[in-house]
Every structure is written in structure tokens, then in C-alpha cells.
């Protein structure tokens, strides 16, 4: 990942927080977020009817007209609209307020007569982004709010809906919340295989030869898993508290929905540390190949330079000018007859005895040892 | 493991899902899965039957005729079946969908009068490949699904109730549930044994002349320990919660055979837990191998070229040419009387001196020290 | 963080504590602590009262004048006054105790009638240094213990109580103690920022040109990591006290304000375990590229001595003195016609054939491998 | 530890079982075990009668005549014996084939009007082997079961029965249960202090000479805690459960004495810990010195060879055979008068500066940094 | 810490104990340990006595003059005296066999009208030395065993007492207890401020010149403050076990303090977890510049060596001494008229083109790199 998409979310991990000390509870709409747009689902066993609208004065009416109403919000530019939802639906001023300030610990909370639950979802197509989804359920509504407008997870549920798929089911307290999770909890699946998929390249990697950048690619794997287990792992405690708590707008039927989506996500933490742990285990293979490398290395200037060096003393030696005419004791070898095929006779014995030991030592030959031959 | 397998392995964890965002309960086969082979076991404390069926139609007589009946399901390629049988035994659309979506957590849950359990079972003879073993117990029926038709865990139990061993126990609400599970998991021993065995191998060849490929199997070795401890662990959950959670679906003397069934399962995690350590360990005797290895090479180097390199400078000084006649400052040496000999004798002094260093500092003799021989 | 701001730290952790078995309870103010400033806040909910008072004698009319009164100690540097305040309100002699000596952990006690709270608090402007913050909450009033006067984090609170905002909301028990509380929280959001930027620059630094310090920076941002470890995570503990005990000084409604304060600590925890691992990684790629850049050398070094030490050795060969006129076995090569040239050829093989080993074993050319090329 | 030892253990852990999949409950015993011996103890207030028995025959009137009779069988070789037992005093199946299948956890489980306890014990003099001691516990019986003959942790207890010492207090439920247990808990000790005593050893060598096996001996302490560490945690939940669960046969002033023993198994546990960690620093401290010691042998290597190499350069250099007598260009150093003394003076300058280097890097001297000398 | 005070350590923990099986609750003096000395404070209200007494013939008429009395036996070595005070107060068998046999981990137990405490207490000028302080707390007493006479923690409660202060509070149940383990606890802090000023100095040594021994030091660094940990943990629960426990002996107004002193006990962990986590990375430190350092030596090796081989391969050539008069192929170069400038500039055009090299590569030059320089 860039150093310019880190930057990007570490501000996002602070920038939209109001400065320290504000007052709690007072709703500041993000100024670069974008526009909110509304949609609301008409629900009823009978048929639905999907609308766009501009405002929320539309809303009363269709609360009137269908048994379930679920009104989504998608873009969080418009504090005032957040607020007026607030008002009309009676939700708590903090919970309005988690709403803007994305980057919230996933959690489920019960305010008097709503469920105010917060999800990160991931964007596909987007990567590793994750988005806030923000769910409020009430006796006959449920209101969404997302970042962004476009392409989500959620727009499978919504063909159902139009299909009239699940629509009965839909009306029992909870169900769309849960159809709606589920769905945004499915979609870490394709993540997940991503990564198994990268991990694979990596071992080939390491296992061929491996390119200097990979234990810093090793660390971006490790750092997406740990962006998803950041999003993951309060996902599960808050499902947790849904599955446990009792309160009238999660039916028990609907209950059983959850268990199902809470195995989910327990299973996307296991598969989270599955990978972590063989990222772990890549990065030892990486270092001990590079120290049996280092090693290998080692050898190859070890038996050259013990082999040479010895040599190419004794031939110093007989290249010393010691005047052979003042003395006999001044290289006398130097005259010999079988002078030079001896010197080299002896060199051939030195080099031969190295390599003695040089196999005794097991650096050359039978491809195994420390650091044996890669063939 | 090669990475065809590993391929294989992630793709399984995957591709059988529905798709993100699909509704739930939508039983989808997987249509590349067996044909299902039904068998019926129907019992009785007098005796047995035992026939295959192709369909669901032969059910209901059978189980009017016995008062209790095993179905056994081998194959997951019918979807429609699984539909028919949730139907006529009233099982939960979810429960059905986690049947068909192999590679769950092990879980037991209870749904009104059915208690639904899924255990990971390992299949003799195809290594580590774990296959998804998913039960229903009902008052007078069990109802098991396997993967796979042929060679599994679950044959000795059969060859039991065909020998009339046991039957009368097995009306005991529970007790064939827990006799299959206890058969699936002590098939769980001989992988671990195979794991013990790879590791002395393993354990053999770094204390002898280590390959390069250690590392690798060690990794190889976790990660297999690491897919029986991610089938296991929620194991040993769900017989938990068998144990504790009170169901007139297990009678209380089934209950003591459960616990022992649990007490089996938490020893499979204390002898993964040791291989593990074992195996972590190893790779640390490994890489202080390699150093101590690295360490010793580097002395034989140092020590040839610390010896050598003073000599073939003393040599090449008096191998050089500075006109000896022009001067009576140069090189007088070279028309000494004994100046060979002086020469030769210089340069052993200065060997002697050198080894002397090298035994003290302990790089020569005595076996021992930071990267002493082998021998 | 130089070594006087460490020694200052340690010192800081031990030195105003009571010599080791001194009587509980006892007050002793440490002289070196700036005197104090008392300000007290009387608020109703039609208006306040900001004063400045010189001792406690002023109290009691206000607490009779306003149903709630805020007094702020700014400074501990006279235990007098904080033994007077503890008389007037019935504090708890080991509560006054634990406001002097400061460097507590984060805890909330109930005595009798009144709410002891502690935690510490980053001062804006100093850095990592973090204060005590002391509140007694009682029926009607709220003290505060600080340690210094200045700057501190809750000036924004009394901004907001000074201009009427929420100032009907501070007369629900244990509102004004959830304001403050969250004001101080809400500074530690900032040094987690600093720390991430730090973060980028090592992670810059090191997969550029890594200076020495590289593992010091990082054991100080780790350093600091901890100190905020060690004040949060007592805080968190805190807080769930506050959220599960009932007690009266705490209203339901504060309750809800509480959670959220509390969700904003376990974020804070999430970030820190977040960048201590993201630090743990930076380790980890500087020290491989350390072995990378060891192994790149001795690789250089051996391609140079490997493929120059045979040649030296052959020319050093034929620089010896044999005398060839003494016989035809003497270096007869001297004399021959070709020599010169046969001898450099022989050289130009020795290099290619090196130069292809060199290859073969990944050493030279395709900018990858266990030490390939930078570029 | 020799790999046969190993081997054996690997063996032990599995080669008792039932094979995977027989049936539960049946008594399969190992024909290789030794043949039982049968102790019975007549235990009242007032006296005792020991005898040695052949069959279970005898057992039926020692248990009129005595109030209180402990059964011990020596050796688990005959199941027939085992059955026969189970039948008298009406033991589970289950608890009896955990009987026969040693290498249980520890464990307590009440059945009905028996208690049955696991527990590893110690053989005295046979090293780190662990037995398994299974008791049963009745309203008047104790009956244990030990692998093989001959000299057991137990002796004591029955040197203290014959002297009459606590006879009467055996007579309370459980005691003489706990005495037994006791007993065996005491035995670990002298094996703790035996590792620690290599600990120490190890620690010697490492800071003298260490050989090259150190890390090997380090992994095999690791691995004697490892196997103690798996015998006593699960001792430690046994009596726990022991602890705490209320049964009437154990008496609560029994249970005083029961949390004095696990008192005693966590001990054993905090030295096992303590051992572990200790174990764990040599690692590092005898991983560091090796570093260290590569660094120093580097080092030597680097001085001598960047000392000679230049300098060895420069000798060459003279000994270059340029004709002199056809350019003057050509060597002209050789004809001068102070040719030689210059170019020795040269060297020696080069010499010098180099060896301030070595000192400002730290290299040379002063005893110290990250390679100084040993003294 | 030298090797003789770990072999006494080691010894320490085992050698009190009885022989394994010896009979539960028997009373075994160590003959070595010190004669005990006596001392008795008798207190009411109103005043107190402080008398030395050699044995308990004086106890009763004490018990029956003052409605508190405090027992305080210093000296382990009368096995008898233990006995009779056993008498005397009805205090258990097994505790006072626990406080023979020292070395127990700290706890907390209630017999019938007694509390029996144990806790491990610095000794004040000793280092690292921990006794055994066990309390015995009745409705009118305290007794209390030290294992030597002489400065111990417990003066200044003494002083305390003598000079009246607290007197009235120390005959509230419980409270004198907790003022003697205040004490105990308040004297691990200078301990703790021990180990930070090791660890000060180690962390400037490392950033200096590491002298060889810095693993050692940080491991016994390590080492002392697993030894305070291993005291403190159980020490923790036993003041759990006091504060949650309903207990007369204990009245609620002492348990707010005891809960100040369990705060005090966390404290203590909190600093020791941090005094290990910078150890350990101190560690890291050490041996990064290690790597570092052994990185730099190699750099100085290779850059000398990769410039001086080549060209010493040269001047070799032009030492060689083949026959120019013999052949115009035989080195012509040597009779050129340039030839001797013409090899210099050859010599000295490699040396700078290696020069460029190396500044690529960064081995030279900017401070930086992985093996910068040092300023």
C-alpha cells in the first residue's frame, strides 16, 4: 500500500472526531462527505414500494401507508437531515452522533424502544476500505446510513426485497437488520481469499527466489488482516450482545438468524489468525533461507581463500630476490633441478589436503549440511 | 504439502458458500459433490435392519416399524433430498444450509425438538483432509450427512450394531450421536501420531547434517497441526455445550459418556499444544545451528587469512626489485649471508605467535568454545 | 526521549510517595508542588457563578446559594487545604491520600456519599507527560484535583458552562464528572495521532536509507505507546465500575454518556495495540534488511576475492625466481614463444568460468534473489 | 534424552489405546503389562491388618471385617481383575477402561456413590517417567490402581499405616485419598530441583565455553517441563473440582487438607513457570554470545586483512618488473638512494593510520564494545 | 548476582520442605534456622505494653490484661514454641506447618475463628532477599512469624504504635493486620526504583559502548524481577481472597484500606510488566547493533579488499617474469616507455570507478545506510 493511502487513513482515523472537549452529542456533518441520498422501502406480507426522496417530509406518510418502513441514507454530508431523522424518530443524540463520526468500534446498543447498531462493512470493489454502516431498528422502521452513495453489499437484499423473496419474513422484528448484516459480513469472505491468494504467491516467492521486497509485502498482509480483525472482532461482541440481550424488536425466530451470521464472523477470525500465522511462518522461511544463503556464501569465499591463500604465499616465497650468488643459504631451491616441479608438486598436495577437509567438514559435496548446494 | 493442495484447501474454504448477499436458508448444492448414497439402520432392543434406499418415500414406514432409525446420508450432490428430509423430519432451513456449506465450526445447537450437531471428522487414509461430519438427533431418529460416500470414521460403529453390541444402549436418546462422534474423533490419533513421527525425523536430521528444506517442514508440520487444532478447539465447545446445556435429547448416563468423549478431545489439544512447541523449538536448534555453523566458517577463514596474509606481505617485500647496487640502503637484506634463512625464520616466529593468539581466544582446540569442531 | 526526561519519569513514579511504612492516611503535601488556585463554579439552571477564592471559608455560602457547586483545585501543593476540603465534604482519608500522591492508576471508588474518581490526563502542550485529574462527586458538588495550574483539558467544559450550553444537563448526578472525564479522554486522541506520524517516518525512513537509531526511535515510540497503555487501561476498568455499579450519584441518562465515553477508551486501546504492532513490524523489515544488506556485501566481496585470488595466485606463479637456466624443469614456460599471451588467456577462462558460477547460483544479474540488486 | 526414550514416549501416548472406534466401555488390557499384585489394608480406629491377596475372593470378608479397606492393585496386566473389582464395588465401565488406557489426564469425576481420580505420580529413581495412580473412593473402600510393582511415591504412607500414625483420621471420608495424592505431588519436587540444578549447569557453560549441544540441552529441559507442565496443569483443575464441588466423600475437614495440596501443585506450577523462562534467557544470552563471537572474529579478520591488503599492494607494486633501463618514467623509485627506507616509511605511515581508525571505531582497545575482548 | 546466591536460592525453595510423604500437619524445625525471639504488644485505647518473652507461660495473663494483643515471633528455629502458641490459639496444623516451611506463595485462609495470611516481604537492605511473614488474626489477637530477627519492614508500624498513633483504630478487627502488610508492600518499591536505575544504566551502556556482558545483566535483571513477580502475583489474589471474602475478623472500615493496598499490589505488577517489556527491548537494541556493528565491519572489510585485490591482481602481472627477449609477445608492456605511469593510471581509473560503487551502493559516505558511520 502507498505511504499516501496510510496517511489517508490514519487521518481518517481522527480527522472527523470533533475537536477534543466539544460538547457531546452536538452533530458537525463532515464538509468534504458526500450528499446524502434518501431511499425508503415501503414494507408489507402484500407488495413494497420503493421511493427516492429529496427530504424527510415524506416520511410521516409512508409510515402511515406501510407496516415496515426502511429508509436508507446513503452519504452523511447533511447534518441537519441526520438531525431532523433524529428528531422524528425519537433517536438518541449520541448514538446520532456515532453516526457522523465514522471510524466507530462496531456495537449494538439499546436506547428505550430502538437498537442502534454499527457495523464496518467492506466496499467492493474498493479493497481493503471499510465503511461504517449504521442501523437504527425501531417497532415498525429500520433507517440505514452509509458513507458513501453507490456500488455497497447491501443492494443484493434490496433485489430480494423487489423480488419479493424473504418479504414476509422481513416484518418480524430484527429480520432486515439481520439480512442486512449478514449480507455486509459476507462480503469480508472475498477479502479473506485475497489475502489466502497473496499469501500462496508469497510462499512461491520464497520458495523460488525470493525479491528483496518481501518481508515488507509479508507486512502488508499482516497490515490488512489486521485492519479487518480491527473491524472484525467488536463485530462478534456486538452480535454477541444481540444474541444474548432480550428485547422485543430481535424475535426469537430471527435470533436463530444471527447465531447463524455470529458463526460467520467466528469463522472470518479464524480464518484472520490462520493467516496470520502462516504470514509469521513465511517471514522465518525468508530469514532462515537468507541466513542459509549468507552461510552458503560464507563457504564458497571460505574454501577459495583457504585454498589460495596458502598457495599464494609459497609462490611469494620463490619470488623473493635473495641474492642465490652471495650465499648458499639464499634460496638454494631456486637452482635445483626439479626446483619448480617440486614447489608445484607441493601446492597440488596443500590443495589436495584442503579439500580433505573441506569435505570432512561437509562444505563440499553430498548436496546436504547447513549450507549444502542448492541441487 | 504442495501447493496444489493448498490451492485446493483455500479454494474449499471458499467455494462452496453461496455468494455474498445470497438469502438465507437457500439450500444450493454443490453440484461437483457425490450422488448421496441413503443408508437406514433400524433399531430395536430385540434386533436390527439395514437397507439402502434411493429415495425418502421408504422412510416413514421405517420408522414406524422400528423404534428408532439411523439415517445416514453419504454425498452431498442432491440438494432436493436434504429439502425432502428437512421437511419430513421438520429440521431448520439454517441447520439444512450449514449441511450443504461444508467447512463449518464444529457447533451443537438445539432447534425445538431436534438437536443439530456438526463435527469435523478426518477421513482414514486421505491424510489430513478433514470431512464434515453433520448430525441431527431427533426422539426416535439420527440423521447423519457426510461428504464423501466410502472408507470413513464411522464403519466400527456399524459393525457394532450389526453385531448386536451395544443396541440396546443406542436407544438411549443420545447415545448413537455420541458413539459416532467418539468414533470420528479417536480417528484423530493417528494423525497426531504421524505428526510425532515426522517430527523425531525431522528432530533426526538437524542434529545430523540438516537439508535446506527443514524449515519448510517444520512450517509444513504447523500448519498441519494448526488445521486439526482449527477443527478441534470449536470442538471441544460444542461437547461443552452438550455436556452443560440441559436436553431431554441426552439422557444423563449418555451425558458421562460424553465427557468422556470431551476429556478425549482435550487431550488431542494438549498433545497438539506440545507438538507445537516441539516444532517451534526445533526451528530455533535449526538457526542456531546455521549461526554456529556461519560462526565456524568465518574462524577457518580468519584464521587461514590471518596467518597467511602477514607472511605474503613479508614475502612480496622481498619481492620487490629496488636496485640493490645503486645503494647500500636498499634491500641490504637480500645479499645478506643468512638472510633466507632469517626470512623463513621471521615468518615462523610470527605463525607461532599467531596460533598461540588463536588458542587463546579459544578458535583452535579443546572441542569446545562458541564454534568448536564437531568432532 | 533524552535520559533526563526518563530519570525525571522514574523519579516521578517513586518520589512523592510516603516513605515506605508510613501511617495510611496521612497527608503529606509535597513542598515541591505549585500552591494551589481555587476556582468554584455555582450553577443552577438559570445561571452561574465563576469565582476565584483564596480558602475554604467562602464554601459554604455558595454550596447554600447554588444546588451545585464545582470546585477546582489547580495545584497540590498545600495538603492543608485539601485536609480542610476533606472535613467540609466528608472525603476519605485514604481518597485525600491517593490526590496527593499522584501517579495513581485510573479508579473509581464509592465512599459512603461520595464518588471517588481518578485518572490520568494528558496535558495538551507537554507532551506524553500526563497529570492526575482527582474528582470527589457528592449530591451537590464536584471537586477536582489537578496538578498543575494552566493549560489544562477542561477549559473547553467550563467554556461551554460559561456561554449556558448544557449547563441544565450538568445538574443530573454525575453529568459534570462524565464531561470531564470525556474532555480528558478526548486529549489522548491527538498524541495517537503524533505516534502514527512517527510511525510513517520510520516506516519512510526504513525502506529508504535506514540511519543507525532506526531501532532506538522505534523503542521510544513504543516507550510512549506503553506509558498511554499503562494510563488507559486502568481507565477502562474505571469507567465499566462507573457503568455497572449502581449508585445514585450516577443518573441513568449519565449512564448512556458514560458507554460512550467508555467506547472512546477501548478505541483508544485498539489504536495502541494497533501501532505497537505496526512498530514490532517496522523492527522486523529493518532487521531483515540488515541481514539483506550483510548478505549483499559479503556477496560482492565474494564475487572479488573469488574471482581475483586464483589469478593473483597464477601470476604470483609466474613471478617466482626459479633459475631457468639451470634446468629445462625450471618455469620453462617463461621462455616460451606464447607465454605472456597463453597465461592471460588461461586467466580469461578462469574468470568467465567463475562468472558462470556466479550466475548459477543467482549472485549476478537478475536484480533478484537472497541478495539481489537494489534496482 | 535419548531418541529411544522418545520414541517410547511417542508409543506410550497412543499404543494403549483401543484402536479408533471400539466400542466404548470395553476392557481391552495391555498383555505386555506387568501381572497385578494385590495389597489390601484393614484399617480401624483401633488397628490394622495387611495382607497380600491373589483374587478378588478374599475381598468380600475384609470389608466386614474392617471398617475402612484400601485395595491396591500393582500392575494393570490382567483386565479380568480389573472387571471383577468394577463388579464388586459397582465402578464404572468408563472409569475402569480409563484405568486400563493410562496416560490420562488427571482428572475427578463423581459417579453416583464413587469418586474417581487420575492423577500422574512420579516413579522415584526412574527419571522423568510419569505413572498413572487412578483411585476409587467409596463410603468404605479406597482402591488404587498403579502401572507396575515395586517402589512407588505411596511407600510412605503405608510406613506411616503400620506405625498407626493418622490411622484414625483415615477413617474420615477421603483421606486417606488425599494422603495418597499428597504423597505423589511431593515427588515432583526433587525432579524441579534436578532441573534446576542443570539450569545452573547450563548457565556455567554458557558464560565459560559453551559446547556446541547447548541449545539441544536447553530443548530437553524444555521438554522435561513441557511433559511435567502437561501432568500437573490438568492435577491442578482436578483438584479444584475436588475443592469445590460437595460431596459427601470427601469431608470439609478433609478439604482443608485438599487445598493444602493444591497449594502445593501450584507451586509446582510457578517453579515449572519460572524454569521455563529461565530456560528461555539462556537461550538468548547463548544466541547472543555466538553473535558476539562472529562479530569478534570479524573483526580480527578485518584488521588483518585491511591492514596487509594495502600494504601488500605496495610491495607489489615494487616488484613490478618495468623496465628501468629503457624510460625513465618506468619505476624510477627503484634507482633511488632512499628507495627502500621510503617506501618501509610509507607502509609504516599506512600502517598507522589505519590502526587509528581501528581505535576510533572501537575496534582495538579499551575492552569494550559490541566485539571487544574477552578481558 | 554471583552463582553461589542462585544455588542458595534454588536450595532455598526446596530444602525446608519435609521429605516427600512425610504425614501432613507435622511440625519439623530447620535446625539452622534462628532461635526465636519474642515480643508482645498489648493494646487498648487507652495505652500499651511492649514486652520480650522467652516463652508463653506469660501469654495468657497478657491476653487477659489487654482486649488486643500482638504476638510477634521472629526466628523460626523452636519447632516446639510454634506448637504451643498452635495450642494456645487453636490456630491448624497445616498452617503452622506452612509457616515452618517457608517459601509458600503468598495467601489468605480462614480456619474456623482464625485468618491465616501469608505473604512474602523485602528485606530492607538485603537486595533482593524475601522473607516469610505469616499473620495469624483472631477476635483479640495477632500473631505474626518472621524467619530472622533484626530490620525488618514492620518498625515503623512498631514506632507507630508506641508513639499512639492509630492505637484506637488498630483494635478494630483486621486492621493491624493490614498495617503490617502495608508496610510489607510499601518496601517493594524501592526495589522496583532499583531495577529502573538498572536498566537506566543499561540502556545508556547500549547506546554507548556495550561491554560484552549487557545480555547477562539485562537477563539477571529479568530474573530479580520474576523473582518479585512470583511473590506479588499470589500476593494479589490473597488480598482478592481478603477483600470479597465476608469475614468478622475483618471490618468493612478495614477493608476500604485493604482495598488501598490491594491498589498498591497492582501498582507494583504494573511497573514490573514495564520494567520487562523494556527489558526485552533493551535486548533488541543490543543485539540490532550488534548486527549493525558486524554490518559496518564487513563493509570496511569488503570496500578494502574489493579495491586492493584487483589492483595487487595487477601488479602481480606485471611481476611475472616471462622472457622479453625471448618472444615480442612476452610482455612488451614492461619495456613501453609509459608503461609503469600507464599501469599507475589504470590502477588508479579502478580504484575510482569501485569509489563510484561503493556510493551507489551507500557503503560510503551521507552517515546513513545500514551500516552508516557512527557521527
Given at each position: 500500500m502507498g505511504s499516501h493511502a496510510k496517511r489517508r487513513r490514519h487521518k481518517a482515523a481522527f480527522s472527523r472526531r470533533t475537536p477534543p472537549g466539544a460538547p457531546p452529542g452536538v452533530l458537525v456533518g463532515d464538509p468534504s462527505a458526500p450528499r446524502p441520498q434518501i431511499t425508503v422501502f415501503g414494507l408489507s406480507a402484500a407488495g413494497h414500494e420503493e421511493t427516492e426522496i429529496r427530504n424527510t417530509e415524506a416520511i410521516p406518510a409512508l409510515l402511515q401507508r406501510w407496516p415496515f418502513v426502511w429508509i436508507n441514507v446513503d452519504g452523511l454530508g447533511d447534518a441537519g437531515l441526520v438531525q431532523e431523522l433524529g428528531a422524528m424518530f425519537d433517536l438518541h443524540r449520541l448514538a446520532l452522533e456515532d453516526v457522523l463520526h465514522?471510524?466507530?468500534?462496531?456495537?449494538?446498543?439499546?436506547?428505550?424502544d430502538v437498537l442502534f447498531v454499527v457495523a464496518p462493512m467492506p466496499m467492493p470493489g474498493r479493497g481493503w476500505e471499510v465503511e461504517q454502516l449504521s442501523l437504527f431498528v425501531g417497532r415498525n422502521f429500520l433507517i440505514t446510513f452509509q458513507e458513501r452513495p453507490g456500488g455497497d453489499c447491501l443492494e443484493q437484499v434490496r433485489v430480494?426485497?423487489?423480488?419479493g423473496l424473504g418479504r414476509a419474513r422481513c416484518l418480524a422484528p430484527g429480520y432486515l437488520m439481520y439480512a442486512l448484516l449478514d449480507a455486509a459480513i459476507d462480503h469480508y469472505f472475498p477479502l479473506l481469499e485475497e489475502v489466502g491468494e497473496r499469501l500462496d504467491a508469497l510462499e512461491g516467492d520464497i520458495l523460488g527466489r525470493p525479491r528483496r521486497d518481501v518481508v515488507q509485502r509479508i507486512l502488508d498482509v499482516k497490515r490488512d488482516l489486521r485492519s479487518v480483525r480491527r473491524a472484525v472482532w467488536p463485530l462478534r461482541d456486538a452480535l454477541n450482545t444481540l444474541l444474548r440481550d432480550p428485547n422485543p424488536l430481535v424475535a426469537d425466530e430471527?435470533?436463530?438468524y444471527l447465531r447463524d451470521c455470529h458463526d460467520h464472523v467466528v469463522q472470518i477470525i479464524d480464518l484472520l489468525e490462520n493467516y496470520r500465522e502462516l504470514a509469521?511462518?513465511?517471514?522465518?522461511?525468508?530469514?532462515?533461507?537468507?541466513?542459509?544463503?549468507?552461510n552458503?556464501?560464507?563457504?564458497?569465499?571460505?574454501?577459495?581463500?583457504?585454498?589460495?591463500i596458502p598457495l599464494t604465499f609459497i609462490v611469494g616465497v620463490y619470488g623473493m630476490n635473495f641474492a642465490t650468488d652471495k650465499s648458499p643459504w639464499n634460496m638454494p631451491e631456486l637452482g635445483w633441478y626439479y626446483g619448480y616441479p617440486f614447489v608445484l608438486a607441493l601446492m597440488a598436495a596443500i590443495a589436495l589436503g584442503l579439500f580433505g577437509f573441506f569435505i570432512r567438514k561437509g562444505w563440499i559435496g553430498s548436496g546436504k549440511s547447513g549450507g549444502g548446494e542448492e541441487k
Open positions: 465514522v471510524h466507530q468500534r462496531a456495537k449494538a446498543e439499546s436506547y428505550a430480494r426485497l423487489r423480488a430471527t435470533r436463530v509469521g511462518g513465511l517471514t522465518d522461511i525468508y530469514l532462515s533461507n537468507l541466513s542459509n544463503s549468507t552458503e556464501i560464507m563457504k564458497v569465499l571460505t574454501i577459495i581463500s583457504t585454498l589460495f
